[in-house]
């Protein structure tokens, strides 16, 4: 009675009336009549005990036989951990039933007893089935002797899957009345979605739902298998266990297999396409997010599942099963880019250094500028692909998180945005076709996954010595043909432009991305353009390269003011195979398609030796506080990325924020930008898109705040406060113009210089009536309430500022009170110049070649 006691308050918690009935037993919920059509254990039609048996073979663990008996004390722990809590879910998806039994007999049921038969159809029997095997695995492990059987146990288990049977029969009924009764009925939904768990040693509960638990049993059949086959490969030959195990394996692997082939009409647990087979679409390395820890796993996605599998090397490589989800109700959820701890950043430039220099150890011995042993190369090559592993491990940071609807989960690291829409589109493409669902055999399915890796995906690079069918990562510490390393040096790309999009009005930009040996790291982006049908970019990139193959371009929507969707939308993508005998010292000019659009570009390829990654450079890599034509020159730009970035936030987002500008943002968010900016490009990307538009245009504002130089220099102060005083607005604005076009310095400072006013001057322009592109409402400033006026206000004293010293008797006297009256006139006045020359991006050093390139083109 205290179980029943316990149930009827729990259903009573969600007011469900319950009528006591001492009559009532266990037994009751299920008599012995089979008048649902279900059949029993001992009458269904399969047996577990077969006459086939798999093909396991008597040697599956070879070693020290103590060391063999120490893994498996710790296998049959972990089998004993994982009983209890598979005990605890079934006692979870029990509890409600005696008292929804009781709720049967009142005048307003939550479920007939019809409905509950169907819904918890042989659940009590794999209970008392498990309950027994747990005892007895804990009582036989408390004795403590290595050498103890429990090969009788798993026997006894796996004779009487039978129950399993009508379990796997039932489920399709039993999800689809839940499904009904949960539409239905109201009190019936709060108690389905609100299942849980008995405490457990922390004092805690699960919350589950009723389907989830439904799904439990499913889950644990196809996992009986695979627990056999790991405790019989650390039981030695000679313990009495092995034949019992060796025959429990045969019993639950023919089970499996006898699902398959005996009702393959029968939905389960994924699902397949009528008439087709199972095929494998695309596969490769991931790392899966498991409780914090990084897991580098070999992922297959089949033509109805998802299956992570982990290598385990030796003589006979194979896979080792991890987890599945079934694509039928898988969804997907890209997250926000990880970012690593300090401590592990830390130590991923150790290992980036550590492989530079084994790489170039390596390869010095290839050239045969070294002698050295085999055995030094070989441990080099062993030190080296550790070393990569850890990086392949550890450098993805875009996860995609998938949830199926049986309530299992798992996220998934990407090292790029071409990898995630990959594996997502094939995965929505997939998920979308009409499919009947087929239980998968997933030992035989895991098993074949080598062939199947190996046939689909044929190694190009990566083969290892004597193991030319393992199945790597394109790895340096694999390669076996030196002539091709990749780009070794500086790869210069040209975005030029755009064509043939068919959404106007859209916030564009391109996403590059290089490899170096496999892992993509080296990752760049336009400045995004809005409103134009055939975007012009004309903006270049210096990447510096170390064995790179592959070129990455994707056209990338970027969510606008206006939209529900938050997350970026790759329109299209294509890949660039990089020649260095094509690209070397010379520009070459191409078109490649991404999807509908088309886009050209140019790329030159200077190779040079490289400085090993992650020693800190010589010169700061810091932007506030700094020269505006240093931090320029550093980023290899000519607006500085700061300027570039926040200037296209503000405009993706704040030009109908009211007073955007003037008003401060938060000032714990600046300061975070600021830092980033100064220690981490990356991190403050992310960060920009994640903070309120304030703080964007007040990291802005500060930058140029704190300028040692403004960027009108103060000894033109005097020349343009002497402008001011002009009565002809034309002369006025071609002598402010005259002023910027005549900066001190060098032509190409000058125009740097001129690029930087342009660039702010353009931003703020669009904040007012005068913005230049039609496709922005010219009102702007009827929302946002800032003014040209305004904006000169908040702006003047940070662009232009008086010099610190008098300019002598040759320069004009201005009162220091009409300082700021000069400053704010100055900035209005370039605000209202119509003939204010446009921003530019493209580097002039290149220019020059890459319009006698154009010129030369047929």
Partial sequence: MEVFNEAVEYLQGYGIPVVEDDQLDLEDVFDGECDNGFLSAVDSPFSPVRTESADFGDGLSEGDPEKMLERRALVLKSILSSEQQYLSELEAMLMPMKALKATACTSQPVLTNQQIRTVFFQAPELLALHREFHEGLRERLQQGD??????????????????????????????????????????????????????????????????????????????????????????????????????????????????????????????????TIRQLVKDGFLV?????????????????????????????????????????????????????????????????????????????????????SSRTIDRARKKLLDCELWILSHSPSLPLELHSRCGKSHTVLLSSLYELSEWRDNVERLRGES????????????????????????????????????????????????????????????????????????DLSIFLEVDSFGYFENKAQTRVLVGDLTPSWEEEFSLQVDGAHDLRLLCVQQPGREDSWTEDRVLGKTTVQLDAKTLLNKWKRSVVSLHQNELS????????????????STQSSEVFNIHIETVAEREGVLVPHIVRFCAEEVERRGLEEVGIYRISGVATEVQALRTAFNTNLRDALVRLKAVDVNAVSGTLKLYLRELPEPLLPPQYFQALAAALVIADPLEKEHRLVSVLQSLPGRTVEC????????????????????????????????????????????????????????????????????????????????????????????????????????????
């Avoid at 005996?262 to 008439?275: D, M, Q, R």
């Avoid at 899966?288 to 599998?309: E, K, P, Q, W, Y």
């Avoid at 070794?488 to 999009?501: D, M, Y």
């Fill in 435 to 506: 499919c009947e669902r087929v239980s998968p055999d997933l030992l035989n399915l895991t098993n074949s996954c080598f062939k199947l890796r190996t046939t689909h995906h044929p190694p190009l690079y990566s083969t290892l010595e004597g193991k030319k069918d393992l199945p790597t990562p394109h790895l340096y510490s694999t390669l076996q043909d030196s002539s091709d390393l990749g780009l070794c040096g500086t790869l210069c790309v040209v975005i030029h432009r755009a064509t043939q999009l068919q959404q106007p009005e859209i």
């Fill in 601 to 616: 570009l140019s790329l030159k390829y200077t190779e040079h030796s490289l400085q090993p990654p992650g020693i800190p």
């Fill in 751 to 858: 125009h740097k210089r001129l690029c930087y006013i342009c660039q702010v001057v353009s931003c703020l322009s669009k904040m007012v009536t005068l913005c230049p592109s039609p496709s922005r409402v010219s009102q702007n400033q009827e929302v946002n309430k800032m003014t040209a006026q305004n904006l000169a206000t908040v702006f003047g004293p940070s662009l232009l500022r008086p010099p610190e010293e008098p300019l002598g008797d040759s320069g004009m006297c201005v009162d220091i009170s009409q300082e700021i009256v000069v400053q704010v006139q100055v900035v209005l006045c370039y605000l209202q110049c119509i003939n204010l020359p446009s921003p530019q991006i493209k580097l002039q050093i290149h220019s020059a070649e890459l319009e006698e390139m154009t010129q030369q083109e047929p």
């Fill in 288 to 372: 899966d997010l498991s409780d914090g820890t990084r897991n580098l796993r070999h992922v297959f996605l089949f033509t109805d599942l998802i299956l992570c599998a982990k290598l385990k090397a030796g003589r006979q490589p194979q896979y080792r099963f991890v987890w599945y989800l079934p694509l039928t109700g898988l969804s997907l959820i890209p997250g926000p880019e990880c970012q690593l701890p300090p401590d592990t950043q830390c130590r991923m430039d150790q290992m980036k250094q550590k492989a530079f220099r084994l790489r170039q150890e390596i390869q010095l011995q290839r050239k045969g500028s070294r002698v050295l």
């Fill in 146 to 275: 290595p050498n103890q059987g429990v090969g009788d146990l798993f026997q006894k288990v796996v004779n009487q899957l039978g129950v399993y049977r009508g379990f796997i029969d039932n489920y399709e009924s039993a999800i689809a009345t839940v499904r009904k009764c949960t539409q239905t009925d109201d009190r019936f939904k709060t108690l389905a979605e609100n299942m849980m768990s008995s405490k457990d040693g922390s004092n805690c509960r699960t919350k589950y739902t009723l389907e989830a638990l439904l799904y439990k049993p499913l889950d644990r059949v196809t996992k009986t298998t695979l627990v056999l086959h790991d405790l019989l490969k650390h039981t030695p030959e000679d313990h009495p266990d092995r034949p019992l195990l060796q025959e429990a394996l045969r019993i639950s692997s023919s089970f499996l297999s006898g699902v398959n082939e005996e009702v393959p009409h029968k939905k389960s647990a994924v699902t397949i396409s009528k008439g």
